[in-house]
């Protein structure tokens, strides 16, 4: 089984910054993507989870358009661990973020934390 317990959300101040991390733990030989996606209040259901960015094991990145210059995404692969570094927040970042990681072909998702953006 694998596990992915993330951490780092909280409350922010426009224009403030937070630090999500999440660590994969479990069998997890062969993990591979690994990223944040976000669920926004009152989209309930699991498709309504909007991609916010990805690494792949090689440390390729790729970013929602929404969060390009302002998110950093990281991993150590040592570790199992991926980060998301978030600057310049907004309001509309508000949302439940979720930690996403591919083990050898099977999507796993953390339960996710509150990120509130808010004066």
């Known amino acids: 089984q694998v596990r992915l317990v993330e951490s780092g959300g909280g409350l922010v101040q426009p224009g403030g910054s937070l630090r999500l991390s999440c660590a994969a733990s479990g069998s997890i030989f062969g993990i591979g993507i690994m990223g944040w996606y976000r669920q926004a209040a009152g989209k309930e259901r699991a498709f309504e989870r909007a991609?916010?960015?990805?690494?792949?094991?090689?440390?390729?990145?790729s970013y929602a358009d929404s969060v390009k210059g302002r998110f950093t995404i990281s991993r150590d692969n040592a570790e199992n661990t991926v980060s998301l570094k978030m600057n310049t927040l907004k309001p509309e970042d508000t949302a439940l973020y979720y930690c996403?990681?591919?083990?050898?072909?099977?999507?796993?998702w953390g339960q996710g934390t509150q990120v509130t953006v808010s004066s």
């Open positions: 996403y990681a591919v083990v050898r072909g099977i999507s796993y």
């Open positions: 991609l916010v960015a990805t690494i792949t094991s090689a440390g390729s990145t």
